[in-house]
């Protein structure tokens, strides 16, 4: 389970918090800690739902989960959104703590592509499982090799299911850079999954951005 931050309970009359939009919330957290935990319970899943695909062991992702909480915690006083929604601005300090916690460790960026692909359906046939299982494994050795940028394209469209315009936010990019890079990422994705299947690509170098 994710850890619960101990929010002190407010001695203001309470009030449904959970109605209003980020920005109320966020000006309201820069003085009670109650309106914070409001928006830690709004977006606690998806956070961790990106870290855990990007770290691939729900323990770490459970610690940087709680890590990005305390941090945007901590510095919410001095945040203004200027262009940067509340989301967003969650989303890069996840990313920054991911990456620094691959290069600490020296560690493979690895995506739990089983979940991100999905099982297969109960009524298939075992050996249609079977052959549906080595399209997976085959898959994810492919983007397992992307550049991280790709990775994040990839978790933030298909495990958060967020917009071109909610990714360029997070990433920093125009929505149609975004839309670029998602084009050429399937483009990629399509030839090296034939250049593998075909045996004419060495599986430990990493794909060009």
Known sequence: ???????????????????????????LAKEEQEAFGVLYERYVGKIYNYVYYRTGNHHDAEDLTAMVFYRAMGHIEN?????????????????????????????????????????????????????????????????????????????????????????GQIMDRTEGAIKSLYHRTLIALREELQLYEAGHINHEQSLES
């Open 79 to 167: 945040y203004t959104e200027r262009g940067v929604p509340f989301q967003a601005w969650l989303y890069r300090i996840a990313h920054n703590l991911v990456a620094n916690w691959h290069r600490d460790r020296g560690r493979r960026k690895i995506i739990a592509l089983e979940d991100f692909i999905g099982p297969s359906p109960q009524s298939e046939t075992p050996d249609t499982q079977a052959e549906d299982e080595e399209e997976r494994e085959i898959l994810m050795r492919v983007i397992r090799r992307l550049p991280e940028e790709r990775q994040q394209l990839l978790i933030l469209k298909f495990i958060e299911h967020l917009s071109n315009a909610e990714i």
């Open 1 to 27: 389970m994710i850890m619960k931050i101990p929010w002190k309970q407010s001695k203001q009359p309470k009030q449904d918090l959970s109605t209003l939009a980020d920005t109320e919330l966020v000006q």
